[in-house]
């Protein structure tokens, strides 16, 4: 394509309008236009657009370019299909190429014999065992029309017969799957036969393919799908993706289930963002597709071993394409449900409890390293830490190689310190008197290092427990040092390691009891609250007696009769 076609559509049609389409909001700040980002979800606008220079820019996310990479980005097009839609809105003529405008003859066919069997199928549809077996699965009339369910009838030239009566040929029915060439010199004859078909759209809302399902027991498979054709690439695109970009962008979300009535189910209950492969297991084609559209889409898997198994094989099969602010979640169904039954028997706030339990990439990771080796063991760590290091070798990306491998190591020193025990806590006051005989300021350096975002919020409380000698003196010097250096959260363990200090915790949390005060961070913190006043009060005595009674003569709150109740007890 000549630079000067392209040129001509950059001067006919506006960026800043383009956007706006995407972005209502944008207004003028001088020179530029700026917007919350069209791209991923945020509450101050940092997308700038430069109309003069034709670019755009998000400072939070990073993505920058001009008004065909806008498009192709927004709407999941190929550069060609950008190129037209662009020429179009500029009322600018392409300069065909004899070999292109072949081509384009050739698709313009393809799609044409898919709509009219689109047609076909979905005026058969009304009176047919398709209706009835719908209606049985209680699929509104509004669901049927928006997804263009339609019926196949049981005969094996109906569709055959009636499309090359409108003019198609043969051999176009065969190649986009519609008919099968027949053994000995027989005739074709209709792929689909008996079954409730779904049309598959591609981001121009057009017909490339349709998905089969089975009326009769007697007949196989259960799904029968399109095979891959030129205008049909079943390993790159999504089911109902071209309906749900809308929501998806404004959510920020994308949901991937198993199946098209999942899909359709989920569309019914309000929501809308939800897309399913096409017969087969998700692809990093697929996760491609979708991250043009949003950065983290959760995977929806059965509850069962099988689900399991393949959340792993997802995980591994994106490993290579994983570049910065873009990954994955997962969540599996209860065992024996799908969206479609837990809906009908749960509600939304049943799978609201679902979707709100979601695992990131990294644990979904991590629980197949760890299947690797016993962690009560050296050979078995070994085992582990050699998995990890399989799993970060297939990472491209240089940087999320390193950020994966150290979230994977910490989870790795983790389960080393547990030995394999479920460790637990409870944040009740009652519950702290187990571990008697440990000072309460060594209770809370030793649970602030294993719950590093809880020692966050109480650094200067840490910084002023009374060690004078000894290894827990050692220990807080280097917590605050690290506090200090603002380092991330996963920087702790090797931060602990290369300074030598990571025995001296593992010996200190052994004599501690540790185990019985690990536990979600945010018990840990109401905890860790309560204990720290506890030890104000037992460090300070008479003058913090005074001042607990003054406090409960101003506020006599619940909290303020507990600690005069300490102070009390600690003055008998």
């Known amino acids: 394509m000549h630079n000067d076609v392209i040129e001509q559509i950059k001067q006919r049609v506006s960026l800043v309008d383009v956007v706006r389409a995407k972005a209502p909001s944008m207004k003028r700040k001088g020179r530029d236009w700026w917007a919350c980002c069209p791209f991923h979800q945020e509450k101050t606008p940092s997308f700038s657009v430069n109309e003069e220079k034709g670019f755009y820019h998000c400072f939070g996310c990073g993505l920058h370019g001009d008004i065909f990479s806008f498009v192709q980005e927004q709407e999941g097009l190929n550069f060609p299909e950008t190129l037209k839609k662009l020429a179009d809105m500029a009322g600018v003529q392409l300069p065909e190429e004899p070999m292109q405008q072949q081509r384009q003859d050739e698709k313009a066919k393809f799609y044409a014999a898919m709509a009219a069997a689109q047609g076909m199928f979905q005026g058969q549809y009304k009176h047919s065992s398709a209706a009835a077996y719908v209606e049985k699965r209680g699929l509104s009339p509004e669901a049927i029309a928006h997804f263009g369910l339609g019926y196949a009838l049981d005969s094996w030239e109906n569709l055959n017969t009636n499309l090359q009566g409108q003019g198609f040929k043969p051999d176009t029915l065969r190649e986009v799957g519609l008919t099968k060439p027949g053994k000995q010199g027989r005739g074709d004859y209709d792929a689909f036969r008996n079954r409730l078909m779904f049309p598959i759209y591609d981001m121009q809302d057009r017909v490339v393919a349709f998905g089969g399902r089975v009326l009769s027991k007697d007949d196989e498979p259960k799904y029968l799908n399109s095979p891959e054709s030129p205008v049909f690439y079943k390993g790159r695109q999504l089911y109902n993706l071209n309906g749900a970009r809308t929501a998806i962008r404004e959510t920020g979300e994308a949901l991937v289930v198993e199946g098209y009535t999942d899909v359709i189910a989920l569309w019914e209950h309000g929501y809308k963002h939800a897309v399913a492969p096409l017969g087969t297991a998700i692809t990093p084609e697929q996760v491609e597709t979708l991250w043009k559209h949003c950065q983290l889409p959760t995977i929806c898997l059965d509850g069962d071993k099988a689900g399991q198994r393949a959340a792993a094989r997802v995980a591994e099969r994106v490993l290579p394409i994983l570049k910065p602010g873009y990954s994955l979640k997962f969540v599996w169904m209860p065992q024996g449900s799908d969206p479609d039954t837990l809906l009908r028997s749960k509600g939304a706030g049943g799978l609201e409890k679902v979707l709100s339990g979601a ?46 491998r150290q979230v994977l190591k910490d989870q790795l020193w983790r389960a080393t310190r547990q030995n394999g025990k479920k460790q637990r806590f409870s944040n009740k006051k009652q519950d702290i008197p187990e571990v008697t005989g440990v000072p309460l300021e060594r209770l809370l350096l030793i649970s602030a290092c294993h719950h590093i975002e809880v020692a966050r919020q109480y650094e200067e409380e840490i910084a002023e427990l009374a060690f ?14 690290f506090l200090v250096a603002g380092l991330a959260d996963d920087a702790w363990p090797p931060y602990l390691e290369d300074s030598g200090t990571e025995q001296l915790l593992a010996e200190l949390s052994a004599a501690t009891l540790i185990d019985q005060i690990i536990t979600p ?24 007696r005074v001042a607990a009674l003054a406090a409960f003569k101003a506020n006599p709150s619940k909290e303020n009769l507990e600690l005069l109740k300490q102070v009390q007890r600690r003055k008998s």
Do not use: F
């Not at 063991?377 to 290091?389: C, D, L």
């Not at 290894?471 to 040092?481: F, M, R």
């Open 468 to 481: 004078h000698t000894g290894p827990e003196l050692t220990v807080q010097k280097k917590l605050c040092e």
């Open 521 to 544: 961070a945010t018990e840990v913190a109401e905890w860790w609250a309560n204990t720290y006043r506890q030890y104000r009060v037992r460090r300070q005595g008479p003058a913090q």
């Open 359 to 404: 695992q990131s990439l990294e644990d979904v990771l991590w629980q197949g390293a760890q299947q690797a080796g016993e962690m009560n063991t050296g050979v078995g760590r070994a085992a582990v830490e050699q998995a990890i290091q399989d799993i970060v070798k297939q990472i491209k990306h240089a940087d999320v190689a390193k950020h994966v």
